[in-house]
């Protein structure tokens, strides 16, 4: 069984700082990306950040500059550095690993695995 395990979330005043992570299990090996999503209430999930295989790395316009994705491929961890944070930041926040055992994207191409998501709640 693919697992994704993220920790790191909670609740920060606007401005502050969090770093999510996410360990996946040893049945991933080398996906061909991972990245983190998130889904505020109310709203569709969207792709925050993303990390191809070579490491080259992209951003959602909104988080641009502020938060920073990188991973350890020994340690099999993902990790998400969100720094000044705004209220329209809270969200729930999930770890995705596109890798060809995992199940097919619902409505696009691929496969992915997800982990079970965690909240991110920034204050004004």
């Known amino acids: 069984q693919v697992q994704l395990v993220e920790s790191g979330g909670g609740s920060v005043e606007a401005g502050g700082s969090l770093r999510l992570s996410c360990v996946a299990s040893?049945?991933?090996?080398?996906?061909?990306?991972m990245g983190w999503f998130r889904q505020a209430p109310g709203k569709e999930r969207e792709r925050v950040a993303g990390?191809?295989?070579?490491?080259?790395?992209t951003y959602a316009e909104s988080v641009k500059d502020r938060f920073t994705i990188s991973k350890d491929n020994a340690k099999r961890i993902l990790n998400l550095q969100m720094d000044s944070l705004k209220p329209e930041d809270t969200a729930m926040y999930y770890c995705?690993?596109?890798?060809?055992?995992?199940?097919?994207?619902?409505?696009?191409?691929?496969?992915?695995?997800w982990g079970q998501g965690i909240q991110v709640t920034v204050s004004s």
């Open positions: 990390i191809n295989a070579d490491g080259t790395t």
């Open positions: 040893r049945s991933i090996f080398s996906p061909s990306s």
């Open positions: 995705a690993a596109d890798y060809l055992f995992c199940p097919p994207v619902v409505g696009g191409a691929g496969n992915r695995c």
